[in-house]
């Protein structure tokens, strides 16, 4: 195995000794050879360290054990111990094509304009599938940074459909914060915006098990639910810190009022308490008001304004119980 792989495979692990050994066969099986993978073990209680014992047998595999510190933790471990020139995080209960690597790597070789690939993915349930593929193309990494913020789409936001030039995280020391669930909604943000251009693949790479999820048995709907919310509105605030150019707080306003409405939404469908359907309309409605010149506040968020300016926003509560039993 080389002292410097062109890719290394981050693999943080917590208590997955059912799922582990298949998604580390994932990696090893791929097309693109030269890489090495990175595991990081979390504190696991399990029988993990003794699956990535026996795979480390395997020269291209080295591993790490902390003491259990969370996921951002060792996102940020795997980051110091890589010796790629690229990398990418593969969570430890899902699976990866055989060309996953080759296909995110290529453009990432061929073009040094390309700094982040972005692939498609399976989202793999016990009886059914949902399938995301992005459309192909190149964007600006501000372009990019205005889409996430904006539309917020998972394909954007998500860390593990991705490959990434290594130096986008050191040069301007990007890591993932300790403690946070929803760590991607407060870092992919960042690279896109160090990145000069980002290419999406209309491939479908990636195999996202959600029967697997660790994290997601672990808390009920509404603490899932909240959690999620929570992190958006911290991502609009953080982005406008951080971005600090009188174009991105003009977007970051705009992903802030879309954090209200998410909550606002919530509320309707009951995933949330009602409490927080009075104190998020008033904050939107508050939003709206000062951005109402704003260039990036879209045609929908005009319309949303309108119906939820009415007395206790009943036409904006008619509107969405229709529309969101439609998604």
Not at 199 to 210: G, H, M, N, S, T
Not at 252 to 259: G, K
Request: charged share 25%; proline share 4%.
């Amino acid at each position: 195995m080389s002292k410097h792989p062109t890719v290394s495979v981050i693999v943080p692990a917590y208590n997955v000794e059912k799922y582990l050994a298949p998604c580390l066969d994932s990696i090893l099986n791929q097309t693109f050879s030269d890489f090495e993978i990175v595991i990081i073990d979390d504190g696991s209680t399990d029988r993990t360290p003794e699956v990535i014992s026996k795979y480390s047998l395997d020269p291209r595999i080295r591993s790490h054990t902390q003491q259990n510190s969370g996921i951002s933790v060792a996102r940020n471990q795997g980051l110091k111990m890589s010796r790629g020139q690229y990398l990418c995080y593969i969570d430890s209960d899902d699976l990866i094509a055989k060309d996953y690597l080759e296909k995110l790597i290529t453009p990432l070789l061929q073009n040094p304009e390309i700094d982040i690939t972005v692939c498609g993915y399976q989202e793999v349930y016990q009886t059914h599938s949902f399938h995301h593929i992005p459309t192909p193309k190149i964007s600006s990494g501000m372009q990019a940074t205005q889409d996430f913020l904006i539309k917020q789409q998972d394909l954007d936001i998500l860390i593990w459909n991705k490959m990434y030039r290594k130096n986008l995280f050191t040069d301007n020391h990007i890591l993932y914060p300790a403690g946070q669930i929803h760590e991607d909604n407060l870092t992919t943000y960042k690279l896109f915006f160090a990145a000069k251009n980002i290419q999406y693949l209309a491939e479908e790479l990636y195999f996202y098990q959600r029967r697997n999820s660790y994290i997601t048995k672990n808390f009920t709907s509404t603490e899932k639910t909240l959690t999620r919310l929570k992190s958006k509105e911290q991502m609009a605030k953080e982005a406008k810190t951080y971005l600090r150019t009188p174009e991105s707080k003009l977007i970051c306003n705009v992903s802030l009022i879309l954090a209200y409405f998410a909550y606002i939404d919530n509320a309707i469908t009951c995933h949330i308490d009602q409490k927080y359907y009075q104190e998020y309309r008033e904050k939107a409605l508050r939003a709206l008001m000062i951005n109402r010149k704003n260039p990036y506040l879209t045609q929908k968020l005009r319309l949303y304004s309108v119906l939820l300016s009415t007395p206790k926003g009943f036409l904006y509560r008619i509107f969405r119980k229709i529309t969101l039993k439609q998604v």
